[in-house]
C-alpha cells in the first residue's frame, strides 16, 4: 500500500519525523494567532434571522404626547418605504406586548408620554433576500437621522440570539457621592463608548434634571369661595389625569370593558411651557354652593419644581446602567477598544484601579469619590459560557488523560493521545475562516463551536487508540517491528476512520448553515478532518518512540 510505504519512509526518516512536529507546531501557531489579529471572531452566538423587531422611542422625561407622535409618525414614514416591512403596531405611553427581547427591558413598565414602542413585522426569510439583521442595520442610520428629534434616542431591538439581556453590552456605574456625579461619570464613559463605529444605540437609563410643574390649591380661597376641597380636587384630577368610574360587561369580550371619563383633552398640552398649563387651568369652571362658576385658575397656583430623579439600584446598591448594541460585530472587541480609550483618556483625572475581568475603578483626584464600572449583558454572558466551557474542555482532557493512563500504564503514550487530539483545534479554526471567506456575515466562533471541540476529543482519543492498539497486537503477533507496525497499523485503519470522519461531515453539514448551531456543525467538520491527517501521520511519530515500553 502506497500510503503505508510512505508512512514508514516517515517513521524511519528522523528528518521527516522532525518535519511533521514542525509543519503541525507552525499550523497550530498560524491557527491561535487568528484570534488576536481578529481573523478568528468569538461571540456567544450570531445575529438571529427572524420576521419582527421593535423600536423603542425614549425621549427626555417631560416631553409631551405630541411631540411623541411626532417622531413616531417620522419614523412610521420612513419605515414605509422598505419593501421587507409589512405591517407596524405603534404603542405610545406604554410598552408593546411582551416578547423575548422585552422580559428583561422594563417594556411592562413603560408609562410616560415620553415614552413609545413600535413593533415592525417583516417578511417571512424565504421571501426576501437579506437577513432580519442586515435589514435592521440598514435602515438603522436613515431612522435616527431623520427622525431624532427633540433629543429623543431611538434604539433598535432584535430577537436574542441566546439568552435575553438587557442589551448587548452593559456598563453598570456605582459609587460617586451622589446621584449628580454618578451620572456625571456614565456620561463621560457613554462617550466613550459613542467613538466606537460598531457601538450603536448608546442610551443611559438615568434621568436628566428638568423643570415640571405643580398645581397648589389655595386652600382658604376655596373655602371662602364656597367650593368643596375634594370636589376641587377631584375636577382637577379627572381634568388631567381621569379615572376608571365604572366597566361595561359584554358577552363578546373575555374581560370586562372600563370606561374612562376625563373632561377633555386638556391634559395633552401644546408644549411643557407654563404659559401652555396656565391657559388650560383657565379654561376649567367650577360651580359653588350659591350655584356660580368659579375658574379653577384663580384658585390653584402653578409651582415650578425640578423633578427629582428615579433612583436604580442592584443588590441595595445605588447605581446607573449605559447601554449599547452592536452592528455587525462581536461584543468584545468595541469593548476592548473603549476600555483601552477609558484607560488612556480618563487617566489625567481618575487614578484608575483594574479590578477583576474587564472591570475598572476610577478614583476622582480631586474629590476623592470612587465610580466602579462593571460590565454586564450580553458581553458578561459570553465571557462567563466562554470561561465554562473552556474549564470543561481542560477537565475532559485530564480525564481522557488519566483514563488512558490507567488503561496503557504510560504516561507519554496517554500525553501524547491528549496532544492529538488538543490539535484538531487547527481544523476548528481554519474551518471558520473558511465559512467567513464565502459568507457574506462575519462567521463566528461561538458557544456551539466550542461544544463541537470538545466533543470531537473523544473521536480523535478513539483513532488514536484504534492505531496504538492494532500496532501492539502486530507486533507480538506477526512480529513485525514497531514502525513496520505502526505504518501498517496505520494504513489498515484509515479506510474505517475515514469513512466515520465523512459520515460525520456530511451529518454535521445539515447544520453549518444554522444561526445557533452553525458553528457546532463547521467544527465538527473542520476538526473531523484534521484528525484524520493527524491520526494519519502526527499520531503514528508522537507514538513510535514509546510503543516499545508497553508492549
Given at each position: 500500500?502506497?500510503?503505508?510505504?510512505?508512512?514508514?519512509?516517515?517513521?524511519?526518516?528522523?528528518?521527516?519525523?522532525?518535519?511533521?512536529?514542525?509543519?503541525?507546531?507552525?499550523?497550530?501557531?498560524?491557527?491561535?494567532?487568528?484570534?488576536?489579529?481578529?481573523?478568528?471572531?468569538?461571540?456567544?452566538?450570531?445575529?438571529?434571522?427572524?420576521?419582527?423587531?421593535?423600536?423603542?422611542?425614549?425621549?427626555?422625561?417631560?416631553?409631551?404626547?405630541?411631540?411623541?407622535?411626532?417622531?413616531?409618525?417620522?419614523?412610521?414614514?420612513?419605515?414605509?418605504?422598505?419593501?421587507?416591512?409589512?405591517?407596524?403596531?405603534?404603542?405610545?405611553?406604554?410598552?408593546?406586548?411582551?416578547?423575548?427581547?422585552?422580559?428583561?427591558?422594563?417594556?411592562?413598565?413603560?408609562?410616560?408620554?415620553?415614552?413609545?414602542?413600535?413593533?415592525?413585522?417583516?417578511?417571512?426569510?424565504?421571501?426576501?433576500?437579506?437577513?432580519?439583521?442586515?435589514?435592521?442595520?440598514?435602515?438603522?442610520?436613515?431612522?435616527?437621522?431623520?427622525?431624532?428629534?427633540?433629543?429623543?434616542?431611538?434604539?433598535?431591538?432584535?430577537?436574542?440570539?441566546g439568552p435575553p439581556v438587557l442589551a448587548s453590552i452593559v456598563a453598570e456605574i456605582y459609587g460617586g457621592n451622589s446621584f449628580e456625579t454618578r451620572r456625571d461619570f456614565a456620561l463621560k464613559i457613554a462617550k466613550i463608548l459613542k467613538n466606537q463605529s460598531t457601538l450603536v444605540?448608546?442610551?443611559?437609563?438615568?434621568?436628566?434634571?428638568?423643570?415640571?410643574?405643580?398645581?397648589?390649591?389655595?386652600?382658604?380661597?376655596?373655602?371662602?369661595?364656597?367650593?368643596?376641597?375634594?370636589?376641587?380636587?377631584?375636577?382637577?384630577?379627572?381634568?388631567?389625569?381621569?379615572?376608571?368610574?365604572?366597566?361595561?360587561?359584554?358577552?363578546?369580550?373575555?374581560?370586562?370593558?372600563?370606561?374612562?371619563?376625563?373632561?377633555?383633552?386638556?391634559?395633552?398640552?401644546?408644549?411643557?411651557?407654563?404659559?401652555?398649563?396656565?391657559?388650560?387651568?383657565?379654561?376649567?369652571?367650577?360651580?359653588?354652593?350659591?350655584?356660580?362658576?368659579?375658574?379653577?385658575?384663580?384658585?390653584?397656583?402653578?409651582?415650578?419644581?425640578?423633578?427629582?430623579?428615579?433612583?436604580?439600584?442592584?443588590?441595595?446598591?445605588?447605581?446607573?446602567?449605559?447601554?449599547?448594541?452592536?452592528?455587525?460585530?462581536?461584543?468584545?472587541?468595541?469593548?476592548?477598544?473603549?476600555?483601552?480609550?477609558?484607560?488612556?483618556?480618563?487617566?489625567?483625572?481618575?487614578?484608575?484601579?483594574?479590578?477583576?475581568?474587564?472591570?475598572?475603578?476610577?478614583?476622582?483626584?480631586?474629590?476623592?469619590?470612587?465610580?466602579?464600572?462593571?460590565?454586564?449583558?450580553?458581553?458578561?454572558?459570553?465571557?462567563?459560557?466562554?470561561?465554562?466551557?473552556?474549564?470543561?474542555?481542560?477537565?475532559?482532557?485530564?480525564?481522557?488523560?488519566?483514563?488512558?493512563?490507567?488503561?496503557?500504564?504510560?504516561?507519554?503514550?496517554?500525553?501524547?493521545?491528549?496532544?492529538?487530539?488538543?490539535?484538531?483545534?487547527?481544523?476548528?479554526?481554519?474551518?471558520?475562516?473558511?465559512?467567513?471567506?464565502?459568507?457574506?456575515?462575519?462567521?463566528?466562533?461561538?458557544?456551539?463551536?466550542?461544544?463541537?471541540?470538545?466533543?470531537?476529543?473523544?473521536?480523535?482519543?478513539?483513532?488514536?487508540?484504534?492505531?496504538?492498539?492494532?500496532?501492539?497486537?502486530?507486533?507480538?503477533?506477526?512480529?513485525?517491528?514497531?514502525?513496520?507496525?505502526?505504518?501498517?497499523?496505520?494504513?489498515?485503519?484509515?479506510?474505517?476512520?475515514?469513512?466515520?470522519?465523512?459520515?460525520?461531515?456530511?451529518?454535521?453539514?445539515?447544520?453549518?448553515?444554522?444561526?445557533?448551531?452553525?458553528?457546532?456543525?463547521?467544527?465538527?467538520?473542520?476538526?473531523?478532518?484534521?484528525?484524520?491527517?493527524?491520526?494519519?501521520?502526527?499520531?503514528?511519530?508522537?507514538?513510535?518512540?514509546?510503543?516499545?515500553?508497553?508492549l
Amino acid at each position: 500500500m502506497k500510503l503505508e510505504k510512505f508512512i514508514y519512509s516517515i517513521l524511519e526518516s528522523k528528518t521527516k519525523s522532525f518535519l511533521v512536529y514542525l509543519i503541525t507546531f507552525i499550523l497550530f501557531i498560524l491557527s491561535v494567532l487568528t484570534f488576536p489579529t481578529q481573523i478568528t471572531k468569538a461571540k456567544m452566538l450570531p445575529s438571529k434571522d427572524s420576521d419582527t423587531f421593535s423600536i423603542y422611542v425614549d425621549l427626555k422625561d417631560g416631553s409631551s404626547i405630541n411631540q411623541t407622535k411626532e417622531i413616531i409618525q417620522c419614523i412610521v414614514k420612513n419605515l414605509q418605504k422598505e419593501k421587507n416591512i409589512t405591517n407596524i403596531s405603534a404603542f405610545i405611553g406604554e410598552g408593546q406586548p411582551l416578547d423575548f427581547a422585552a422580559l428583561v427591558k422594563q417594556s411592562a413598565l413603560k408609562d410616560k408620554e415620553s415614552q413609545a414602542e413600535l413593533m415592525v413585522n417583516i417578511k417571512k426569510a424565504k421571501d426576501r433576500n437579506i437577513t432580519s439583521y442586515n435589514l435592521v442595520s440598514n435602515i438603522r442610520e436613515e431612522v435616527q437621522k431623520n427622525c431624532t428629534l427633540y433629543d429623543a434616542n431611538i434604539k433598535f431591538i432584535e430577537l436574542p440570539a441566546g439568552p435575553p439581556v438587557l442589551a448587548s453590552i452593559v456598563a453598570e456605574i456605582y459609587g460617586g457621592n451622589s446621584f449628580e456625579t454618578r451620572r456625571d461619570f456614565a456620561l463621560k464613559i457613554a462617550k466613550i463608548l459613542k467613538n466606537q463605529s460598531t457601538l450603536v444605540d448608546i442610551d443611559i437609563l438615568a434621568d436628566d434634571d428638568f423643570i415640571m410643574y405643580e398645581l397648589e390649591v389655595d386652600n382658604n380661597k376655596t373655602l371662602i369661595s364656597g367650593i368643596d376641597l375634594e370636589q376641587l380636587k377631584n375636577t382637577l384630577y379627572l381634568a388631567f389625569e381621569g379615572m376608571n368610574i365604572s366597566v361595561i360587561n359584554d358577552k363578546n369580550v373575555q374581560s370586562q370593558i372600563p370606561i374612562f371619563l376625563r373632561l377633555d383633552d386638556s391634559k395633552n398640552l401644546k408644549d411643557s411651557s407654563k404659559q401652555s398649563l396656565q391657559t388650560k387651568l383657565q379654561t376649567l369652571k367650577i360651580m359653588n354652593n350659591k350655584g356660580n362658576m368659579i375658574n379653577i385658575s384663580e384658585l390653584v397656583s402653578i409651582k415650578e419644581i425640578i423633578k427629582e430623579p428615579t433612583i436604580t439600584s442592584k443588590n441595595l446598591n445605588p447605581m446607573i446602567n449605559i447601554i449599547a448594541e452592536t452592528n455587525k460585530d462581536s461584543q468584545i472587541y468595541p469593548l476592548l477598544d473603549s476600555r483601552n480609550e477609558m484607560l488612556n483618556s480618563l487617566s489625567n483625572d481618575y487614578e484608575v484601579i483594574k479590578t477583576n475581568l474587564l472591570n475598572l475603578a476610577f478614583i476622582d483626584k480631586k474629590t476623592g469619590e470612587r465610580f466602579d464600572l462593571v460590565f454586564d449583558g450580553e458581553l458578561k454572558v459570553t465571557i462567563d459560557t466562554f470561561i465554562d466551557l473552556g474549564g470543561a474542555f481542560i477537565i475532559a482532557l485530564v480525564l481522557i488523560f488519566f483514563l488512558m493512563v490507567m488503561y496503557y500504564k504510560s504516561f507519554a503514550i496517554s500525553g501524547g493521545i491528549v496532544l492529538s487530539s488538543f490539535i484538531s483545534i487547527i481544523g476548528v479554526i481554519f474551518a471558520h475562516i473558511i465559512m467567513d471567506l464565502i459568507t457574506p456575515d462575519t462567521f463566528y466562533l461561538t458557544a456551539t463551536s466550542l461544544i463541537g471541540f470538545i466533543g470531537l476529543i473523544g473521536i480523535n482519543s478513539r483513532n488514536s487508540t484504534l492505531i496504538i492498539d492494532f500496532s501492539k497486537q502486530l507486533v507480538i503477533e506477526k512480529n513485525l517491528t514497531i514502525n513496520e507496525a505502526i505504518a501498517k497499523a496505520t494504513a489498515t485503519r484509515s479506510k474505517p476512520i475515514i469513512l466515520t470522519v465523512l459520515t460525520m461531515v456530511f451529518a454535521s453539514a445539515l447544520i453549518a448553515n444554522d444561526a445557533v448551531f452553525g458553528g457546532l456543525g463547521v467544527a465538527l467538520i473542520g476538526g473531523t478532518l484534521i484528525s484524520y491527517v493527524v491520526s494519519m501521520f502526527f499520531v503514528p511519530v508522537i507514538i513510535k518512540n514509546q510503543l516499545k515500553k508497553i508492549l
